[in-house]
Nanobody, 114 residues
Framework: QVQLMESGGGLVQPGGSLRLSCVTS????????MGWYRQAPGKERELVAT???????TYADSVKGRFTISRDNVKKTLYLQMNNLKPEDTAVYYC????????WGQGTRVTVSS
């Protein structure tokens, strides 16, 4: 069973930046499209960015141009660079496989507030 461990969240002012990391266990990471998801208070979890095994990326319109997803297949780690953060980016952020998600990790909380 793949384990997911997200980190890097915190409190940041509007316009600030954070870099999230997601370390995975096992070897499945190499073979799957990975995604960053987020769940804001009172809302459903949404997919905000994906990274394919060949390096292709997609972004939700709400984060396009501000967030960058990347992966290190040697370290089995997924990253999310978040720039120009807005209060509406406040959420718990999770990583997971996109097609067949594994058991969800604890996530990492991002709070954007002045």
């Amino acid at each position: 069973q793949v384990q997911l461990m997200e980190s890097g969240g915190g409190l940041v002012q509007p316009g600030g930046s954070l870099r999230l990391s997601c370390v995975t266990s096992g070897s499945d990471f190499y073979f799957v499209t990975m995604g960053w998801y987020r769940q804001a208070p009172g809302k459903e979890r949404e997919l905000v960015a994906t990274s394919t095994i060949t390096g292709g990326t997609t972004y939700a319109d709400s984060v396009k141009g501000r967030f960058t997803i990347s992966r290190d297949n040697v370290k089995k780690t997924l990253y999310l660079q978040m720039n120009n953060l807005k209060p509406e980016d406040t959420a718990v952020y999770y990583c997971n496989a996109v097609i067949r998600p594994w058991t969800w990790g604890q996530g990492t909380r991002v709070t954007v507030s002045s």
